[in-house]
């Protein structure tokens, strides 16, 4: 899995543990100032008035809360929907639902502060701006469901309203502060991971690269066959597979020796290095035999690019052969469906063979 995979994939579970908490709180919510509300009705000494007390602590915020969570429900589930969009969704919709729960429920003094769990819950995204909104919108909502309380509570002495609002705004600033040094250490953990990620990327690098050539080997070569056949089922592109064979090169190491059939191998590969860039992957698949996969490039791009890898080695120069030029023989074939890993390389073989039986030094497509 890619790092960014795996951090698409952590995102995605939070999304979806947000998700739930709105609905959690919905539900909650709802069920508690129901039973308030039989509790209020069948008390002797109701302080409520039953209409007032259905629309406005009732129906009203189950409605709001109910019409969030759904927004947020098919942004989260939509597969087509960026991380990031996401994560802003996810967090602003809790932020939305718990001010809504302080702003309607604001007589119980300790629900003003239940949006300050939107803030800290905003730090798992690392994303400074994220926190920064999140937290100007829970000091917008409270500060209102703070004057909503202080209105009710008007018969307190000012001296303990004052230190009661003071108490509040010293929490939420409080909680933003906190939430920024959670964010700064999901920032460190995600840069020890990352850099843990890339020594293993590393590593594995280095086990899938044949030495002398410094390209893909044999093994890295039949995964990337894999990967670029399910790229063609998904519709990504057709990818293309050349097979290269150096003419002669037998002759080369048995009249010269094999250090200069390393010169001649070594010299190849540095072309293909040259040329292979982006999405395009060369291997060495064994003794003289290199292979090239293209992803979503034209067959006359790759065309293009092959024939030039085949005149430039032609004209390189060696100090044990200086007027005999190497060639290579190379063969290209497209994937179809219906084709399986082997067939397709067999096909790209027996392209390359039409070269060998045709003169060599050319380029033929399947």
Not at 145 to 153: K, S, V
Not at 298 to 313: A, C, G, M, N, P
Request: aromatic share 14%; glycine share 4%.
């Amino acid at each position: 899995m890619e790092f960014d995979d795996y951090k698409a994939a952590l995102y995605e579970a939070w999304h979806l543990r947000i998700l739930r908490v709105c609905w959690f709180f919905t539900a909650v919510v709802f069920i508690t100032e129901l039973a308030m509300f039989f509790v209020f009705v069948n008390s002797k000494t109701s302080p409520i008035i039953p209409g007032t007390y259905i629309v406005f602590r009732v129906v009203l915020p189950t409605l709001i809360n109910i019409t969030i969570s759904i927004i947020v429900s098919f942004i989260c589930l939509d597969t087509r929907m960026q991380i990031p969009k996401k994560n802003w969704a996810s967090c602003i919709a809790l932020t939305l639902i718990s001010s809504n729960i302080s702003l309607f429920h604001y007589f119980f003094p300790a629900v003003i502060l239940l949006p300050c769990v939107s803030i800290f819950i905003s730090a798992i995204f690392a994303d400074k701006k994220i926190i920064n909104v999140t937290a100007l919108f829970v000091g917008i909502f409270s500060s209102v469901a703070i004057f909503l309380w202080a209105r009710e509570n008007s018969s307190l002495e000012l001296i303990l309203l004052i230190a009661n609002c003071a108490v509040y705004f010293i929490i939420i600033i409080c909680c933003y502060l906190l939430s920024l040094f959670i964010m700064k250490s999901q920032q460190q953990q995600v840069n020890f991971i990352y850099d843990a990620y890339l020594k293993q990327q590393e590593l594995i690098e280095e086990m899938n690269i044949e030495p002398m050539t410094r390209l893909y080997n044999k093994t890295a070569f039949e995964s990337c066959m894999k990967l670029y056949i399910q790229k063609f089922h998904n519709k990504e592109f057709t990818p293309h597979l050349v097979l290269i064979d150096i003419d002669h090169f037998k002759t080369v190491n048995d009249v010269y020796g094999h250090n200069a059939g390393d010169v001649v191998l070594v010299r190849l590969a540095e072309l293909i290095r040259g040329k292979m860039k982006g999405s395009r992957r060369a291997f060495r698949f064994g003794g003289d035999e290199m292979v090239l996969l293209f992803g979503p490039e034209s067959l006359e791009q790759i065309k293009s690019i092959v024939e030039e890898l085949r005149t430039d080695f032609k004209n390189t120069q060696y100090d044990f052969r200086p007027k005999e030029p190497i060639t290579l023989s190379i063969g290209i074939a497209a994937y179809y469906k219906g084709l399986n890993e082997k067939s397709w390389f067999e096909l790209a073989d027996s392209t390359m063979y039409k070269s060998k039986t045709n003169g060599r030094d050319s380029v033929y497509i399947a």
